[in-house]
């Protein structure tokens, strides 16, 4: 276990690191706690900024490069970005079971579905949680991965059942 595969990296990856990973965070709390609230909205807002703030990041970052450049991940951005802004217009128009998919398939998508890829070896994320084979961080990224994970699922099953 090792940052410095993370603090070696490019700004563009520092920087999509630190909205991340608080946007992950953020994202399985908020799913966690009553909808429609003032606190909601704000957290809301919070995570929308920082999920565009990430995927924007993810154009300056070209690691894995297919097509000029740029992968599927790239992709994966711009339906990140564009479900983030069709979530808030829908929940401002008072389509909040839209608003609600939209914004589970996000989490889903840009998040755990997008962070597992980083794990893949040779990627940056990879050489810090098992470049020594220290467990630590790879027990810490486990747990965040599993508490996301477990959100989706009790938010999901709530919502089930109201």
């Known amino acids: 276990m090792s940052l410095q595969p993370l603090l070696d990296a490019p700004l563009a990856v520092q920087f999509h690191v630190a909205?991340?990973?608080p946007a992950?965070?953020?994202g399985a709390f908020i799913f966690l706690r009553?909808?429609?609230t003032a606190i909601h909205r704000l957290l809301g807002r919070i995570w929308v900024t920082l999920m565009v703030m990430t995927?924007?990041?993810t154009f300056f970052i070209h690691e894995l490069r297919m097509l000029y450049g740029f992968s599927p991940i790239h992709?994966?951005?711009v339906l990140t970005i564009y479900g983030c802004l069709q979530s808030v217009l829908f929940a401002r128009r008072g389509e909040i079971r839209r608003h609600m998919r939209?914004?589970?398939s996000v989490y889903l998508g840009g998040i755990v579905i997008a962070g597992g890829f980083t794990f893949v070896p040779g990627r940056i994320i990879h050489e810090v949680a098992f470049g020594d084979g220290q467990p630590g961080l790879v027990v810490l990224f486990a747990g965040v991965f599993v508490f996301a994970l477990?959100?989706?699922t009790?938010?999901?099953q709530r919502r089930r059942t109201s």
């Open 19 to 21: 909205t991340v990973v």
């Open 24 to 26: 992950a965070i953020l």
């Open 34 to 36: 009553p909808k429609g």
């Open 55 to 57: 995927s924007v990041s």
């Open 75 to 77: 992709l994966l951005s």
């Open 102 to 104: 939209i914004m589970q």
């Open 150 to 152: 477990l959100s989706l």
């Open 154 to 156: 009790v938010f999901t």
